[in-house]
């Protein structure tokens, strides 16, 4: 059994834990702060006040959410399928938040007490027998760089469909029903615009690595991003809009929230959730958000790169959660602006619009690619 | 006892069981979302032998694109149970046994007399990649469109008329059908202009 706890391997995992807590914890602050921001810019922009009560400016509301959540009554209604209907949220989250060990946070960066943490380990498994050597005086802000990151986020993402379609069928009720299957098409048909619009990126990089992708990117001061870099740019801001695009639909929000239309479907697959059921369902929305738009950073604008991130490490993490920031204020203010789509629209915009703009632009990337790099 | 085996006994039992429920399962649902998990732990089988790409792609193709709609169909169909048991082929179920066993006998075999240490791909120019980037997406691209590249542009043709026969299928009109609905069309028409001039 010793050789277990002695393995390099157990090492690894046990790093990996220790990363994906850290990493899970900072996840779900960024989420709860994302509701209340967003809340407090609806507010503003429908020229009302919002949530200021708790704490100073409302700063502690989601906790007391949180809370909320966590008391209210859990109705579980007579007609559903029980296993089913405690099931879904489940799916829906999991996979949501297996894509956090991926995110490319920032470059390697010296931890502060980095030396003094590692002699404290080596101590510690000194005391059982163990040899435990770990480096800590550089730590890298990801989890894990795997070969196929990109494949990995989209097989993640692709899961969560799951969650959906079986909460709206579990529910047993017509509103969650539609919610669900009109969710579930609406994921696959812009699914297929999302991942071929980043192609042009991955002709550019030449991987699916997700650090790799960001290591690419380096130079210029911090500014030799996809989206600038000659002659690939024009593909690449092409792909963009795309991508972005299909993201704001895929996360299902404004203007592409038709499964929960709540003038239509009262509040779409989780119309019978009730409270931690329905915030699991909540989380999850926003951890999908975080996720397209630290793929939007990563893919197009330069991940962690920026001006002074090769003298300072640590600012690389601070460009990345400040371009995340924008995308996800970019959510909101779509929310509090645009009205939303009608369904058939939304099938013609993305079946006849953004697929064929995507596999055009592949051709024109190619082309590029081959010409040029 | 090392890591990857507590690893690999974890998935393999999480896939034996998700497969038994599969079967054992009355309600459809149930099996396809068993089935759902079977896929999965293969894809983390998979990952830890280092094969990257197919496990993504396992997730990707398998669990992401082909179960959806397996599960869509169940649930617009609303199929709450198997509604009727296939009881005409009794004899079929004493015919399942033994083709297990050949099954069983044929896996043992190949685990016992085959050669199963990984074979490095032969990379583009020629030289032996290192193993632990057997499956790594490079790896399987260069091996698909340089030693392989015929089977992998015959399978993409073969997919791709498979889309176009399912496409015909689907949009199919018979001609007569089309006549008919024609000429009933023109006759209203005539009608209805011979009412107006009757009106008139």
Same mark, same amino acid.
Request: glycine share 6%; aromatic share 14%.
């Given at each position: 059994?010793?050789?277990?706890?002695?393995?390099?391997?157990?090492?690894?995992?046990?790093?990996?834990?220790?990363?994906?807590?850290?990493?899970?914890?900072?996840?779900?602050?960024?989420?709860?702060?994302?509701?209340?921001?967003?809340?407090?810019?609806?507010?503003?922009?429908?020229?009302?006040?919002?949530?200021?009560?708790?704490?100073?400016?409302?700063?502690?509301?989601?906790?007391?959410?949180?809370?909320?959540?966590?008391?209210?009554?859990?109705?579980?209604?007579?007609?559903?399928?029980?296993?089913?209907?405690?099931? +879904?949220?489940?799916?829906?989250?999991?996979? +949501?938040?297996?894509?956090?060990?991926?995110?490319?946070?920032?470059?390697?960066?010296?931890?502060?007490?980095?030396?003094?943490?590692?002699?404290?380990?080596?101590?510690?498994?000194?005391?059982?027998?163990?040899?435990?050597?770990?480096?800590?005086?550089?730590?890298?802000?990801?989890?894990?760089?795997?070969?196929?990151?990109?494949?990995?986020?989209?097989?993640?993402?692709?899961?969560?469909?799951?969650?959906?379609?079986?909460?709206?069928?579990?529910?047993?009720?017509?509103?969650?029903?539609?919610?669900?299957?009109?969710?579930?098409?609406?994921?696959?048909?812009?699914?297929?615009?999302?991942?071929?619009?980043?192609? +042009?990126?991955?002709?550019?990089?030449?991987?699916?690595?997700?650090?790799?992708?960001?290591?690419?990117?380096?130079?210029?001061?911090?500014?030799?991003?996809?989206?600038?870099?000659?002659?690939?740019?024009?593909?690449?801001?092409? +792909?963009?809009?795309?991508?972005?695009?299909?993201?704001?639909?895929?996360?299902?929000?404004?203007?592409?929230?038709?499964?929960?239309?709540?003038?239509?479907?009262?509040?779409?697959?989780?119309?019978?959730?009730?409270?931690?059921?329905?915030?699991?369902?909540?989380?999850?929305?926003?951890?999908?958000?975080?996720?397209?738009?630290?793929?939007?950073?990563?893919?197009?604008?330069?991940?962690?790169?920026?001006?002074?991130?090769?003298?300072?490490?640590?600012?690389?993490?601070?460009?990345?959660?400040?371009?995340?920031?924008?995308?996800?204020?970019?959510?909101?203010?779509?929310?509090?602006?645009?009205?939303?789509?009608?369904?058939?629209?939304?099938?013609?915009?993305?079946?006849?619009?953004?697929?064929?703009?995507?596999?055009?632009?592949?051709?024109?990337?190619?082309?590029?690619?081959?010409?040029?790099? | 006892?090392?890591?990857?085996?507590?690893?690999?006994?974890?998935?393999?039992?999480?896939?034996?069981?998700?497969?038994?429920?599969?079967?054992?399962?009355?309600?459809?649902?149930?099996?396809?979302?068993?089935?759902?998990?079977?896929?999965?732990?293969?894809?983390?089988?998979?990952?830890?032998?280092?094969?990257?790409?197919?496990?993504?792609?396992?997730?990707?193709?398998?669990?992401?694109?082909?179960?959806?709609?397996?599960?869509?169909?169940?649930?617009?169909?609303?199929?709450?149970?198997?509604?009727?048991?296939?009881?005409?082929?009794?004899?079929?179920?004493?015919?399942?046994?033994?083709?297990?066993?050949?099954?069983?006998?044929?896996?043992?075999?190949?685990?016992?007399?085959?050669?199963?240490?990984?074979?490095?791909?032969?990379?583009?120019?020629?030289?032996?990649?290192?193993?632990?980037?057997?499956?790594?997406?490079?790896?399987?691209?260069?091996?698909?469109?340089?030693?392989?590249?015929?089977?992998?542009?015959?399978?993409?043709?073969?997919?791709?008329?498979?889309?176009?026969?399912?496409?015909?299928?689907?949009?199919?009109?018979?001609?007569?059908?089309?006549?008919?609905?024609?000429?009933?069309?023109?006759?209203?028409?005539?009608?209805?202009?011979?009412?107006?001039?009757?009106?008139?």
């Amino acid at each position: 059994m010793s050789s277990l706890f002695n393995s390099i391997d157990f090492q690894y995992v046990i790093g990996a834990l220790v990363k994906i807590a850290v990493f899970w914890i900072f996840i779900m602050l960024v989420v709860a702060y994302t509701v209340y921001a967003e809340r407090r810019v609806l507010a503003v922009i429908q020229n009302r006040l919002g949530p200021n009560r708790v704490g100073w400016q409302g700063l502690l509301q989601p906790f007391a959410d949180l809370l909320k959540f966590i008391f209210k009554e859990d109705i579980i209604p007579l007609a559903v399928n029980k296993w089913l209907y405690i099931l +879904a949220p489940i799916i829906v989250l999991i996979p +949501a938040m297996m894509v956090l060990i991926v995110y490319p946070f920032g470059p390697d960066v010296p931890l502060p007490f980095g030396g003094v943490i590692s002699q404290t380990i080596h101590d510690l498994g000194a005391k059982f027998g163990m040899n435990w050597n770990i480096d800590l005086s550089t730590v890298s802000l990801h989890v894990t760089n795997m070969n196929v990151g990109l494949l990995y986020v989209f097989a993640m993402t692709s899961l969560g469909i799951y969650g959906i379609v079986v909460g709206g069928w579990a529910s047993n009720s017509k509103y969650s029903l539609l919610g669900g299957l009109r969710s579930s098409a609406q994921m696959i048909s812009y699914e297929l615009a999302l991942s071929l619009s980043v192609i +042009a990126v991955l002709i550019q990089a030449g991987t699916l690595d997700l650090t790799k992708i960001v290591e690419r990117q380096q130079g210029w001061y911090g500014f030799k991003w996809n989206v600038f870099q000659w002659p690939m740019f024009l593909p690449c801001i092409i +792909a963009f809009t795309i991508y972005l695009v299909s993201a704001i639909a895929e996360t299902n929000r404004v203007p592409f929230d038709l499964p929960e239309a709540e003038t239509e479907l009262v509040a779409g697959f989780h119309t019978e959730y009730s409270s931690l059921k329905f915030a699991l369902f909540f989380m999850a929305e926003y951890v999908n958000m975080m996720t397209v738009s630290v793929l939007a950073t990563t893919l197009f604008l330069g991940g962690w790169n920026g001006p002074g991130v090769e003298t300072y490490p640590w600012l690389g993490p601070v460009w990345f959660l400040a371009k995340v920031f924008f995308f996800l204020f970019l959510y909101i203010w779509l929310r509090g602006t645009l009205p939303r789509f009608r369904y058939d629209q939304l099938m013609n915009f993305g079946w006849k619009v953004l697929l064929p703009a995507a596999l055009f632009n592949i051709v024109l990337a190619s082309v590029i690619g081959v010409l040029f790099l | 006892m090392e890591f990857s085996h507590i690893l690999f006994l974890g998935l393999a039992a999480l896939a034996v069981v998700a497969a038994f429920n599969v079967i054992l399962q009355r309600n459809p649902i149930y099996s396809a979302i068993g089935l759902i998990v079977v896929l999965c732990s293969l894809a983390a089988l998979f990952l830890t032998l280092s094969a990257q790409f197919i496990a993504a792609m396992q997730i990707i193709v398998y669990a992401g694109a082909i179960m959806v709609l397996f599960v869509f169909v169940i649930m617009l169909l609303n199929v709450r149970a198997e509604e009727t048991r296939i009881d005409k082929q009794k004899y079929l179920k004493w015919l399942a046994a033994p083709l297990f066993l050949a099954l069983l006998a044929e896996v043992m075999a190949v685990v016992r007399y085959v050669d199963l240490t990984p074979q490095p791909l032969p990379s583009a120019n020629g030289a032996a990649a290192p193993q632990d980037v057997l499956g790594t997406v490079e790896n399987i691209a260069n091996g698909m469109f340089t030693n392989y590249l015929i089977p992998f542009e015959a399978a993409s043709v073969l997919i791709l008329m498979a889309i176009v026969g399912s496409m015909l299928l689907a949009r199919r009109e018979r001609k007569e059908d089309v006549e008919r609905i024609e000429k009933a069309l023109v006759a209203q028409l005539e009608e209805e202009k011979f009412e107006e001039e009757v009106a008139a």
